[in-house]
């Protein structure tokens, strides 16, 4: 059982796609192609040939390649049940506790609508690989189109249950914008304050804060800390509904 081989291909302002290959099977994924130009050029680099397009949620920036890639690669294109006529070129249709096989790679499937009603995200344990889309973000969360703040809670909530190694490869590098609206929510947080001083050097020299680990965004990220007595007091609202206290965490961001 050989873990992925995943490489981060940044695309557009601010987009990253995560292209990857099952050494055993030979398979070889791309989650959530905004552009095809930039994924072909990869897989020439690299000598892989694609056979799946991974999509996350159906907006633009994340499918925009599908069907260019498709028509190119004969790839299969693998998406949300709940969302199939929205995803360009679905073949394979995934829900809630589904496992999809990866070669010798299992991921589980989790829906975690807020951002859009169809968004899902893949967990694939044997790599501590999460591909989340526009769900969770370092220090942040994908704000709510489609969703109520009730929504979004329940859907990071599923991803505080897996282990603290997980890396998170999200869809877009907000980390350090997140930041600094973070230290405003949730000042007391040392953890916080020292992770925000990491991420500014690191985006001096724009190398990317992304992929985190699910072990840093439980500490420090404040969409994942709704029922934190340091976060809940900072906000006036000690003792509150996490509920409540996400809504208002998202609100304040929104308008940040
Ligand atoms: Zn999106
Ligand atoms: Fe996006």
Not at 36 to 55: F, M, Q, R, S, Y
Not at 206 to 213: A, E, F, G, K, N
Request: proline share 5%.
């Amino acid at each position: 059982m050989s873990k992925l081989e995943i490489h981060q291909i940044p695309v557009l302002n601010d987009n990253y796609l995560y292209l990857f290959k099952e050494p055993e099977s030979g398979l070889v994924g791309i989650v959530d192609p905004a552009v095809a130009g930039p994924v072909l050029d990869k897989l020439d680099e690299l000598g892989w040939t694609l056979t799946h397009i991974i999509n996350t949620h159906h907006h633009m920036d994340h499918t925009g390649g599908n069907l260019e890639l498709k028509e190119k690669t004969g790839c299969i294109v693998v998406g949300a049940k709940g969302d199939a006529d929205r995803i360009p070129g679905i073949d394979i249709q995934l829900e809630d506790g589904d496992i999809f096989e990866f070669g010798s790679q299992k991921a589980r499937v989790f829906e975690v609508p807020g951002h859009t009603r169809g968004h899902i995200a893949y967990w694939f344990e044997q790599s501590d690989a999460l591909f989340c889309g526009d769900t969770l973000f370092a220090l942040g969360c994908g704000r709510l189109f489609e969703g109520t703040p009730a929504e979004m809670w329940h859907s990071l909530n599923k991803f505080r249950k897996l282990p603290d190694s997980t890396k998170v490869y999200c869809a877009h590098e907000y980390t350090e914008a997140n930041a600094r609206f973070a230290v405003t929510v949730d000042p007391a947080n040392k953890a916080l304050r020292a992770r925000y001083a990491e991420i500014r050097e690191l985006r001096k020299k724009l190398i990317p804060t992304v992929p985190s680990t699910l072990g840093e965004e439980k500490s420090t990220n404040p969409f994942m800390r709704a029922d934190d007595p340091g976060l809940q007091a900072a906000l006036g609202l000690t003792g509150a509904d996490p509920i409540t206290v996400f809504a208002e965490t998202r609100a304040r961001k929104d308008s940040f």
